[in-house]
T-cell receptor, first 112, second 115 residues
Framework: DAKTTQPNSMESNEEEPVHLPCNHS???????IHWYRQLPSQGPEYVIH???SNVNNRMASLAIAEDRKSSTLILHRATLRDAAVYYC?????????????FGKGTKLTVNP | EPEVTQTPSHQVTQMGQEVILRCVPI?????FYWYRQILGQKVEFLVS????????KSEIFDDQFSVERPDGSNFTLKIRSTKLEDSAMYFC?????????????FGPGTRLTVL
């Protein structure tokens, strides 16, 4: 799986937007960009995924650069419950391994 | 909303003992996984399971580990002879595939403490 680079930590204030960056300069054409998060003392949780176009769901938005070498997870209004480690993971589509390769992720702190 | 469940939430065992960690994946999912996370470290893939057989395993998943889907609903991880370094959170996950794409749903984990 291609490698991703994320900042170790970020801080935000409650009810403000948060932009979590991820660099993946060696991404291949068949790699989807997945984001998971892990709240304290819990298992990882799927957040969102995308290939080329920006994506929105009830949890977050994913903005993907035109060259696909970077992406940004956007939490529109951070809450205290969003404090977690956020992982950006590349995953192939058909024929690829099903395993998720977790890096260290970005630890998001949300201040009240 | 359907969820992956795991039992027990915490297991304490003596070194050398066998442990079985249990998971109930989401009912229509076909792919099953075990991951582990040693305290303060990254989440690590152990094994994936599909169509009643192991589809992929990591270097960590040696002969001391085995997985089974004994009854069509449970998915178990057995560690035959536990070592101190097996102490970790163990997460079960399941997924389906939709047009070649899958995303995994994780359980809350079992904390294994080997004394």
């Amino acid at each position: 799986d291609a490698k991703t680079t994320q900042p170790n930590s970020m801080e935000s204030n409650e009810e403000e937007p948060v932009h979590l960056p991820c660099n993946h300069s060696t991404i291949s054409g068949t790699d989807y960009i997945h984001w998971y998060r892990q709240l304290p003392s819990q298992g990882p949780e799927y957040v969102i995924h995308g290939l080329t176009s920006n994506v929105n769901n009830r949890m977050a938005s994913l903005a993907i650069a035109e060259d696909r070498k970077s992406s940004t997870l956007i939490l529109h209004r951070a809450t205290l419950r969003d404090a977690a480690v956020y992982y950006c993971i590349l995953k192939m589509t058909q024929g690829g391994s099903e395993k998720l390769v977790f890096g260290k992720g970005t630890k998001l702190t949300v201040n009240p | 909303e359907p969820e992956v469940t795991q039992t027990p939430s915490h297991q304490v065992t003596q070194m050398g003992q066998e442990v079985i960690l249990r998971c109930v994946p989401i009912s229509n999912h076909l792919y099953f996984y075990w991951y582990r996370q040693i305290l303060g470290q990254k989440v690590e893939f152990l094994v994936s399971f599909y169509n009643n057989e192991i589809s992929e395993k990591s270097e960590i998943f040696d002969d001391q580990f085995s997985v089974e889907r004994p009854d069509g609903s449970n998915f178990t991880l057995k560690i035959r002879s536990t070592k101190l370094e097996d102490s970790a959170m163990y997460f079960c996950a399941s997924s389906i595939r939709d047009r070649g794409l899958s995303w995994q749903f994780f359980g809350p984990g079992t904390r294994l403490t080997v004394l």
